[in-house]
């Protein structure tokens, strides 16, 4: 084999090597409606605006639907792997690198529409049942103000679970992204009138949420994803995903 040749296919098994390391697996949660499976099918406003942004960049991926813990664990340890939809709060800053916003989110206290217990800050949550779960970041946040799990905080599998437990009056609140909370309780068969919003909690995730990225996972592929946003933000295809999903 001529020289010419071999310093060409050398070049080429390189670069396949090279693009195959950019693979990413993309890691999210049911999490409706930002992110969830239909028809075998994982859709969602964030997953939407993910899809958007990995077109854009042209890096081969795919996305798995795992438990919350699951995901986050394999987007903690392994390299280049990513996970949606984040909150980034102050005790995850340095664990990952971020991509975002890539969706707003505004969270509140749910309960009961017969509920007549008035809550003014935090702390008056601390006399309560208050239903999460387990790593998500409610669970983080709740902690961060000094709620012990098994006292204040009751963990349940999912936010279904959760949704049961405050109908069933198991737990006493039931702290909720807005629009995930109208979207569990509108697939439970639970009328809306049923659930109300008592308090809003301002500083979880006041800045919606993001894509944490493994840390191990190149710069460059950092950039790739961040500018892929950028540009969907800047041409009208993120607003266009937000109106779409009522936001």
């Given at each position: 084999?001529?020289?010419?040749?071999?310093?060409?296919?050398?070049?080429?098994?390189?670069?396949?090597?090279?693009c195959?390391?950019?693979n990413?697996v993309?890691?999210?949660?049911?999490?409706?409606?930002?992110?969830?499976?239909?028809?075998?099918?994982?859709?969602?406003?964030?997953t939407?605006v993910?899809?958007a942004?990995?077109?854009?960049?042209?890096?081969?991926?795919?996305?798995?639907?795992?438990?919350?813990?699951?995901s986050y664990?394999?987007?903690?340890?392994?390299?280049?792997?990513?996970?949606?939809?984040?909150?980034?709060?102050?005790?995850?800053?340095?664990?990952?690198?971020?991509?975002?916003?890539?969706?707003?989110?505004?969270?509140?206290?749910?309960?009961?529409?017969?509920?007549?217990i008035?809550?003014?800050?935090?702390?008056d949550?601390?006399?309560y049942?208050?239903?999460?779960?387990?790593?998500?970041?409610?669970?983080?946040?709740?902690?961060?103000?000094?709620f012990?799990?098994g006292?204040?905080?009751?963990?349940?599998?999912?936010?279904?679970?959760?949704?049961?437990k405050?109908?069933?009056?198991e737990?006493?609140?039931?702290?909720?992204?807005?629009?995930?909370?109208?979207y569990?309780?509108?697939e439970?068969?639970?009328?809306?009138?049923?659930?109300?919003?008592i308090?809003?909690?301002?500083?979880?995730?006041?800045?919606g949420?993001f894509?944490a990225?493994?840390?191990?996972?190149?710069?460059?592929i950092?950039m790739?994803l961040?500018a892929?946003?950028d540009?969907?933000?800047?041409?009208?295809?993120?607003d266009?995903?937000?109106?779409?999903?009522?936001v």
């Amino acid at each position: 084999m001529k020289t010419g040749i071999k310093i060409v296919l050398l070049l080429c098994i390189v670069l396949t090597l090279s693009c195959a390391k950019e693979n990413l697996v993309v890691l999210t949660e049911e999490f409706p409606p930002f992110n969830f499976t239909k028809n075998g099918e994982v859709t969602g406003l964030s997953t939407e605006v993910m899809k958007a942004i990995l077109a854009e960049t042209g890096i081969a991926y795919e996305i798995q639907v795992n438990p919350w813990k699951e995901s986050y664990d394999q987007a903690l340890s392994t390299k280049n792997c990513m996970l949606f939809s984040t909150s980034r709060m102050e005790s995850r800053e340095d664990l990952f690198n971020w991509v975002g916003t890539i969706s707003p989110a505004n969270y509140s206290v749910f309960a009961l529409a017969d509920c007549e217990i008035e809550i003014t800050s935090v702390e008056d949550l601390k006399n309560y049942k208050i239903g999460i779960t387990q790593g998500d970041a409610r669970e983080a946040y709740f902690q961060s103000k000094g709620f012990v799990i098994g006292e204040q905080l009751i963990v349940a599998e999912n936010n279904t679970a959760n949704l049961a437990k405050l109908k069933n009056k198991e737990i006493d609140f039931w702290p909720m992204p807005d629009a995930v909370a109208n979207y569990a309780v509108n697939e439970a068969g639970t009328k809306p009138e049923e659930i109300k919003g008592i308090y809003v909690l301002e500083d979880l995730t006041k800045d919606g949420y993001f894509l944490a990225v493994n840390k191990s996972t190149p710069d460059s592929i950092v950039m790739k994803l961040q500018a892929a946003l950028d540009k969907i933000k800047a041409d009208g295809t993120y607003d266009k995903i937000l109106k779409k999903w009522g936001v």
